[in-house]
């Protein structure tokens, strides 16, 4: 079934803003040659569409911003909706990566507002509040009923720390069901698998390495099987590497626009890909138990902690000893883990995605809470077969 019906104006500019924004990339790593803003992971770490829609062999940035020009001119004839906000989004992100790859320096607002396409904010307080004292609750039910919540959390993630002897076999567990689930409930993955490659000495706790067939994790860091089982949702399924399957296959048939190859691009579109990821454990119904509860109301106050903690230390310019402090109070998180926040927040091009995580979540979580039984089917089409930025997907059936 056709994810949405596109016109032939339509399939051209996707095609065109993928041969963009793949040839914005390639640009930059050929100009800088490892000394410019692009970390490894680069503008689009992931591409899985060379074959169908090549980048664009721009020589300088003067190319670059004559397309982004006409394709703002091709967008003004768009009706208002979803697909013409996703547009306006996705080319002003592009606009700001293109001033910050040509050497301009940006505040981190203006990374956060116009790069990553959210609010230059932290998570409002009360917020934070109401996460602690859902978090408290959880607790309780789940037998953790005394002692501050700091020393409650730390024995719930002690006592059910997973011995390393046991940490592949149970993330092979935890895969297949994963699977099976996504192949039910949102798309056939087919002989798609992954292996799990521990790693130390990272900024991040996990991540899909899509081409090597790897979900890499920092085992400098302690997982329970509730924390394990949600990084499997994130990363593979029915996350990052479910989108990238899925996207490619609809691109190919020509189900959706050709910008659907766009899903891992360090841009607006970052936000619903980690939001995806982050909620999918609940897109494939899978919180089991009282400590799955637990671990995905930690999870979800540590974001919003640690997205606060970004602004305030690029945005605001606290110390790190200050903005170590705040994550130690407010997350309760492990010290190899508080100390990748802080080092990935200060990456010059990628530091303000840390915020995509706490608003792309926020995005998938409201609309899929939102939808009924019956407006599943579109909804995960929508999703997972369309690009967005966090402002279009919420116009989802609004």
């Known amino acids: 079934m056709p994810i949405q019906e596109t016109t032939v104006q339509d399939q051209e500019v996707g095609r065109r803003l993928t041969a963009l924004t793949t040839g914005m990339d390639r640009l930059e790593r050929q100009l800088s040659r490892g000394h410019g803003v692009l970390d490894s992971e680069g503008l689009v770490p992931i591409y899985l569409g060379d074959d169908l829609v090549p980048a664009a062999p721009y020589q300088d940035w003067h190319d670059v911003h004559h397309e982004l020009a ?11 909706g979803p697909r013409k906000a996703f547009l306006e989004d996705m080319l002003r992100s592009l606009r700001t990566a293109a001033r910050l790859f040509e050497g301009e320096e940006l505040s981190f607002r203006e990374k956060l507002e116009q790069l990553v396409g959210v609010p230059a904010a932290p998570v409002d307080d009360d917020a934070l509040h109401l996460m602690r004292a859902e ?29 390393p002897d046991v940490l592949e076999g149970t993330f092979k567990d935890l895969m297949r069901e994963a699977q099976r689930r996504t192949d039910a409930m949102i798309y056939p993955t087919g002989d798609y698998t992954m292996a799990l490659n521990v790693l130390r000495g990272v900024p991040f706790t996990a991540r899909c390495n899509f081409n090597a067939g790897q ?8 997982f329970t099987r509730s924390a394990l089982k949600h990084l499997v949702c994130h990363e593979v399924f029915p996350g990052h590497s479910t989108q990238l399957l899925y996207t490619r296959d609809a691109a190919a048939r020509g189900e959706s626009t050709p910008d659907v190859l766009l899903c891992t691009t360090n841009a607006v579109t970052g936000c619903v890909q980690e939001g995806i990821g982050d909620q999918g454990i609940h897109l494939i119904d899978w919180v089991e138990d009282t400590h799955d509860a637990v671990h995905m109301a930690l999870r979800r106050l540590r974001s919003a902690a640690a997205t606060s903690a970004a602004w305030y230390q690029m945005g605001e310019g606290w110390p790190e000893e200050r903005v170590r402090a705040f994550l130690e109070e407010h997350t309760f998180g492990q010290r190899a883990w508080i100390e990748g926040r802080i080092r990935f927040a200060s990456y010059p091009f990628r530091g303000p995605f840390i915020a995509s995580y706490w608003h792309g979540d926020e995005a998938v979580r409201e609309v899929r809470e939102r939808v009924t039984d019956g407006e599943r089917p579109a909804f995960i089409a929508t999703l997972y077969g369309e690009m967005h930025s966090p402002r279009s997907l919420r116009m989802f059936r609004a």
């Open 70 to 80: 006409a394709l703002d001119e091709a967008t003004r004839t768009y009706p208002e």
């Open 135 to 163: 978090l408290d609750t959880l607790l309780a039910d789940a037998g953790y009923r005394h002692g501050s919540l700091a020393e409650r959390v730390g024995r719930f993630e002690t006592d059910g720390a997973l011995d």
């Open 215 to 222: 979900m890499d994790l920092n085992v400098d860091l302690r």
